[in-house]
């Protein structure tokens, strides 16, 4: 029996959103702490957030490349997770793990044979991998832009290492992304919104619903 699909619905900004979302059946919720990104969300805020969701669905917060005191303060708020998004490398993933005492999610930006190659190195230092779609030259961000990847790179992985699948995932995509990949899980923000950083609870649940029509089909 294949362990179920882990559904993770990132970028939420509001506690109305964060309640659709965990009625809606998500498995984990990701809350971005980068200020150059539209769901970036403060410290009083993510404590909030956080406060609300724990023991209801697993929290995960978005950091790019941050120093250590803001590791150190996202740590204080207890999150399930935290999630590295920027160019950091394998031994500052194992530095902020340890640092943080707090399982860390690393995503890895997937756009050639080499990003793929690249990924083994991670693998023994973070405690999952999310593997997302790589940002065109020039990109403010390194993700959230709602773009996909050449799913058919990924058959050059260890087919034994786990990963989450992200990068321009929608309701009408996802079902296919889980049939044909089988990843670990998935994770969608841009394509469930209304406009940048509003979440829309209709895309979100309509995600959650083909994701596991396609997991248990």
Do not use: Y
């Amino acid at each position: 029996m294949a362990d179920p699909l882990i559904i993770k619905i990132c970028g939420i900004k509001t506690p109305e959103i964060l309640e659709a979302t965990i009625k809606a059946g998500a498995d984990m919720v990701g809350f971005m702490h980068f200020a150059r990104s539209p769901r970036h969300v403060d410290i009083e805020v993510l404590q909030t957030l956080i406060s609300q969701a724990r023991g209801r669905i697993e929290t995960c917060v978005v950091l790019v490349n941050p120093d250590n005191s803001c590791v150190m303060e996202v740590a204080a708020l207890s999150p399930d997770w935290i999630q590295l998004h920027g160019p950091e490398t394998p031994h500052r993933v194992e530095a902020i793990r340890d640092e943080a005492g707090i399982a860390v999610m690393k995503a890895l930006p997937i756009g050639s044979a080499e990003d793929v190659a690249a990924v083994a190195a991670f693998a023994d230092v973070a405690d999952r991998i999310l593997l997302d779609a790589k940002p065109p030259k020039g990109a403010e961000r390194p993700g959230g832009l709602g773009i996909s990847f050449d799913w058919t790179l990924l058959k050059a992985l260890d087919p034994e290492l786990p990963f989450m699948l992200s990068g321009g995932l929608t309701p009408k995509t996802v079902g296919d992304a889980v049939r044909t990949v089988k990843p670990l899980g998935v994770d969608a923000s841009s394509s469930l919104e209304s406009a940048p950083g509003i979440k829309d609870a209709a895309l979100i649940e309509a995600f959650i619903a083909n994701a596991r029509a396609a997991a248990t089909g």
